[in-house]
């Protein structure tokens, strides 16, 4: 594996960014983090074009940034509200960012793009340093499920339209915990190949990096309306705290 590019993403995807995640809902998303939040000030780690960023600061939240694209934050900059919000370019796994928050947000499985296990334990350790004592650290992300994988690849249909078909090819490699896919989008443009990494880590081993960077678990729900997380939930929003010295 070499050497980890945190700006390679948003090369590939940042011109039709939010085309691809268009479909997403965010209301649930703004919803939740706006109450989790309780007033304070929020800091969006990979806050791409500003997804749920600018949503929340339109909620009257003060809302900063980091993100490893350049790309993705020129594409923020140029929407209404997008010049407001501070960002700092970098890898949100080690960058600093003045000041101390009430919420450190990760959200839509960006925590899996960071390469290696030692990357996302730095991940927690990095907001745990930003936030307030007794702040919040927020995650989204899916569930690992290697069973869904024959001879350790997969190939599946994202989206069908008449205008649009999108579909993902995935390697595994179960040793790393690391997922290689590379989605290939077709529309009458032509095809784009957008390829991204994922090392997985399943919820009880997220519980544990929250715990080395002086945080407990507050909440773990199936998505965004806090439904229960059971074993049959494909993602987790997972709420956790810092401990109080």
């Known amino acids: 594996m070499g050497e980890f590019d945190a700006a ?11 085309e691809m ?13 706006f ?11 990979g806050i791409g074009t500003g997804r749920l960023a600018l949503p929340l600061a339109a ?3 003060t809302v900063a940034g980091v993100d490893g694209s350049p790309d993705m934050v020129a594409i923020l900059r140029g929407k209404p509200g997008g010049d407001r919000i501070p960002v700092t370019v970098g890898d949100f796994s080690e960058v600093n960012v003045e ?18 296990q030692d990357a996302q334990v730095r991940c927690f350790r990095n907001a745990a340093a930003h936030l307030r004592p007794g702040g919040r650290f927020v995650i989204e992300t899916w569930v690992p ?45 032509g095809l784009r190949l957008l390829p991204a990494n994922h090392r997985y880590a399943w919820p009880c081993e997220l519980d544990l990096m929250a715990r080395l960077a002086g945080m407990e678990r507050e909440h773990r729900w ?18 956790y705290r810092l401990l109080e010295s």
């Not at 000041?99 to 290696?116: C, E, H």
Request: aromatic fraction near 8%; include cysteine; charged fraction near 25%.
């Open 8 to 18: 390679a993403y948003g090369r590939t995807i940042a011109d039709i960014y939010d």
């Open 21 to 33: 995640v268009g479909h997403v809902p965010t209301g649930p998303a703004v919803e939740r983090v």
């Open 35 to 45: 109450r989790l939040a309780q007033g304070g000030p929020v800091l969006e780690f």
């Open 59 to 61: 909620r009257g939240l």
């Open 99 to 116: 000041g101390r928050f009430a919420l450190v947000l990760l959200a839509f499985n960006t925590v899996f793009a960071l390469p290696s």
């Open 145 to 189: 499920d290697p069973a869904a994988f024959r001879d350790r690849t997969a190939l599946r249909l994202l989206s069908l339209g008449e205008d649009e078909v999108v579909v993902e090819a995935a390697r595994l490699s179960p040793a790393e915990q690391f997922m290689h896919t590379t989605k290939l989008r077709m529309t009458t443009d």
């Open 222 to 239: 199936a998505d965004w309306s806090c439904a229960p997380f059971t074993d049959d939930s494909r993602a987790h929003v997972s709420v």
